[in-house]
C-alpha cells in the first residue's frame, strides 16, 4: 500500500481565463478500486492526464507508483495481437496473458489475428488484460466500457472487481456499482472522496444536499427576520433622536436627558447584535448549495402519428457483400413504445436501425414504415461535429434557442457556446445529438447508443425527460439501469 498526495492543485489549459482545478488537495490509497464520476466537461480525463506528467500545473501531485493509461494508443493495427500486446508489456510471462485473457473470456486464437480484425470489444479486451499485466503501477481505465455490449461489460466488470489498484472513469452506474470500492467526484466547487460504490455516493450526496437546502431555507428565513428587526431598530432609535432636540415620544412624554442615552446606547448595541446575526447567516448561507448539480427538467418535441403502428419488420436479414449481418428479425412499433434493441456487438442492431431510418440496404423479407412518418435519428458516430453551434442549429433546421437552453440543462457552460465542436469532450459532443433530436418535431425517436460518454446526472435527467413525456422510441444502449427504467419492449437479436 501506498499514496497518492495531492496538494493545491491548479491548472488551465493555455489561453484559457477558466481553471479546471484550483487549489484542490485530496489522498488517495493504491490499493483502492476508485471510480471517478462528475459531469461532462469537469476535467475527469484531464485530471488522469496531469497524474501522466502531460502537462504543467501548480500545486504538487506525489506518488511512489508509476501510471498506466488505458486505452492505449495501438500505433499498427496492422500487426497480430500478440505482436501489439508485446510492444505494451515487452517482458511479460506468456502464461500470465493467458490467464487474463481466460479470465476475459477471449479464445487464445485472437493473439494470432491482426489486431484490426478484432472487434470492437475484443480489442477492449485484450488491452485491458495487457495493462493488467503491468506491475507496480497505479491503472488509469478511462472509459472502458463505451465498446461493449451488456453482456461483456458485465464479463469486465467482474474482471475489475477481482483487481485493485486503479482509477476507473465510466459512466454506467451498474457498472461502477459491481467493481469499485471508493468514489473519486469532481463536483463544481471541489474535488472529494469517498468510500463505498457509486450508489453509496449518490445517496450520500442525495442526503448532503437535501440537508444543504433545508439549512438554506432555514437561513433564508433568519435573514428576512433579522431585516425586518434590524429595520424597527432603526426606526425605534430615529424616534429616539428626535426627543434629543426637544422633541417628545409618541405618548405624549418628555423624557428626560439621561434615559434617552441610556435607550439610545442600548438600541444601539441591540442593532449592532442584529446586524452580526444577518452577516453571519448570509455567510452560512453563502456556504451552502455550491455543489449542488442543476439538473433542470427537460422537453421533447413529439408528434402523434394518425396510426397506432409506425413501422414493422416481418422476417428481414440485411446482407453486406454475402455475409448476412442479421437473419429473421420481425417486430413492430407500436404507438408509445420504447423499444430496445439488443443483442451482442455484431448482430445487426445498428443495420436495422439504418434500414428503417431508410438508408439503401440489401435485405429480404418486408419491411413496412408508416407514410410520412418523420423520425428523428441519434447516431453512434459524433466525429463529423464541428464549427459552431448557432450554424449547427440553422443546418438542422432547429430554433438555436431552445438547442442551446436544452443544453445549458445538459451542463454546457455558456463559454462552450463560443467554441469549435471539434475541441468539445466526447460526451459534450453525444449531448449536442442528444439536444437536436429533443428539439425536432418527430413521430419516432431512434437513438442509437446515446449515452456513450454521457455523464450520470445527464444519464437520469434524459430517463425522467423520456418517462414524463413517453415518446415513441427505437433505441440501442447497453446502460443496464437505463434500458431498465426506460424500455417498455426489448428485442434481443
Not at 468514489?183 to 471541489?190: G, H
Not at 427538467?297 to 397506432?308: D, E, N, R
Not at 437536436?436 to 450520470?456: G, T
Request: hydrophobic share 35%; glycine share 6%; charged share 30%.
Amino acid at each position: 500500500m501506498s499514496l497518492i498526495n495531492v496538494s493545491n492543485l491548479t491548472f488551465a489549459y493555455e489561453g484559457s481565463y477558466d481553471n479546471i482545478f484550483e487549489k484542490v488537495s485530496f489522498q488517495l490509497d493504491t490499493d483502492w478500486k476508485l471510480g471517478f464520476t462528475g459531469r461532462n466537461g469537469r476535467g475527469k480525463t484531464t485530471f488522469l492526464n496531469l497524474l501522466l506528467g502531460k502537462h504543467e500545473y501548480s500545486g504538487k501531485i506525489s506518488a511512489s507508483v508509476g501510471f498506466d493509461y488505458f486505452p492505449f494508443t495501438v500505433l499498427n493495427k496492422e500487426e497480430n495481437t500478440l505482436d501489439v500486446v508485446s510492444g505494451i508489456v515487452p517482458d511479460y510471462a506468456h502464461w500470465e496473458l493467458m490467464r487474463e485473457l481466460n479470465l476475459l473470456r477471449v479464445s487464445d486464437d485472437v493473439l494470432y489475428r491482426p489486431f484490426e480484425s478484432l472487434s470492437n470489444g475484443e480489442q477492449t479486451k485484450v488491452l485491458l488484460a495487457a495493462l493488467f499485466l503491468k506491475e507496480n503501477n497505479f491503472l488509469l481505465i478511462d472509459e472502458p466500457t463505451n465498446h461493449l455490449d451488456m453482456g461483456a461489460r458485465q464479463l469486465v466488470s467482474d474482471y475489475l472487481r477481482s483487481k485493485r489498484g486503479f482509477i476507473l472513469v465510466s459512466h454506467d452506474r451498474a457498472f461502477l456499482d459491481n467493481c469499485v470500492d471508493h468514489i473519486l467526484s469532481i463536483n463544481r466547487t471541489n474535488i472529494e472522496v469517498q468510500k463505498g460504490n457509486f450508489s453509496d455516493w449518490r445517496e450520500n450526496k442525495r442526503r448532503q444536499d437535501s440537508f444543504e437546502q433545508a439549512e438554506n431555507e432555514k437561513l433564508k428565513k433568519d435573514i428576512k427576520r433579522l431585516s425586518e428587526a434590524a429595520k424597527r431598530t432603526s426606526q425605534w432609535s430615529d424616534e429616539v433622536e428626535k426627543t434629543k432636540n426637544g422633541g417628545k415620544l409618541d405618548s405624549g412624554l418628555k423624557p428626560e436627558k439621561g434615559h434617552v442615552g441610556r435607550m439610545a446606547a442600548k438600541m444601539m448595541k441591540r442593532s449592532k447584535a442584529i446586524e452580526h446575526r444577518q452577516q453571519s447567516a448570509i455567510e452560512e448561507k453563502s456556504k451552502l448549495l455550491k455543489n449542488i448539480e442543476s439538473a433542470d427538467s427537460l422537453k421533447i418535441g413529439q408528434l402523434v402519428y394518425h396510426k397506432s403502428r409506425l413501422a414493422e419488420l416481418d422476417r428481414v436479414s440485411i446482407y453486406y457483400g454475402g455475409k448476412a449481418a442479421c437473419q429473421d428479425v420481425s417486430f413492430t412499433i407500436e404507438q408509445g413504445d420504447r423499444i430496445a434493441l439488443s443483442g451482442p456487438n455484431g448482430s445487426g442492431k445498428s443495420s436495422i436501425i439504418k434500414l428503417i431510418c431508410g438508408e439503401d440496404l440489401r435485405y429480404t423479407g418486408t419491411v413496412r414504415i408508416g407514410s410520412q412518418l418523420r423520425i428523428s435519428y441519434v447516431s453512434q458516430d459524433t466525429s463529423y461535429l464541428q464549427g459552431n453551434l448557432t450554424d449547427y442549429a440553422r443546418r438542422a433546421g432547429i430554433d438555436e434557442s431552445l438547442f442551446k437552453a436544452i443544453l445549458r440543462k445538459l451542463d454546457f457552460a455558456r463559454v462552450q457556446f463560443e467554441k469549435d465542436m471539434s475541441s468539445f469532450s466526447g460526451g459534450q459532443k453525444k449531448k449536442v445529438l442528444i439536444a437536436r433530436s429533443l428539439c425536432e418535431k418527430a413521430h419516432l425517436y431512434i437513438w442509437d447508443e446515446p449515452l456513450n460518454f454521457i455523464d450520470v446526472i445527464s444519464r437520469m435527467q434524459i430517463e425522467e425527460l423520456l418517462l414524463e413525456h413517453e415518446p415513441t422510441m427505437l433505441f440501442v444502449e447497453h446502460d443496464r439501469e437505463f434500458c431498465g427504467n426506460i424500455a417498455t419492449k426489448a428485442v434481443e437479436l
